[in-house]
């Protein structure tokens, strides 16, 4: 958790953002399933080829790997469109709300 955490600080000390935007996050998406897509078909092919489950679910891995390191880091492919924020509202003094007991002056009917 530690090296997770320096990680972080270090990231947002050097200014890199360190999240995907929402088109980065669609790229993302159509990549991981496209990668897992081909690896799983060329798996269940090289599988009946060989006559080994074994072999693919090796090659089926090969391609969740691969999926996995395109797609969980914030490339920079994935940072092109970062969304603005608006400046924080300057901040203002809440007022007290004043209780009183009693009964309420609305009607019931």
Partial sequence: ???????????????????????????????QYAILAVFGIAGFIWGY????FQETFYVVSVGSLLASLVVLPPWPMFRKHSLPFQPAAPKTEKKAAVQTKGKSSKKRN
């Fill in 49 to 52: 080829i060989a006559e080994s």
């Fill in 1 to 31: 958790m530690y090296l997770i955490t320096e990680t972080v600080q270090l990231l947002q000390v050097s200014n890199t953002s360190i999240f995907q935007d929402f088109e980065g996050q669609k790229l993302a998406e159509i990549l």
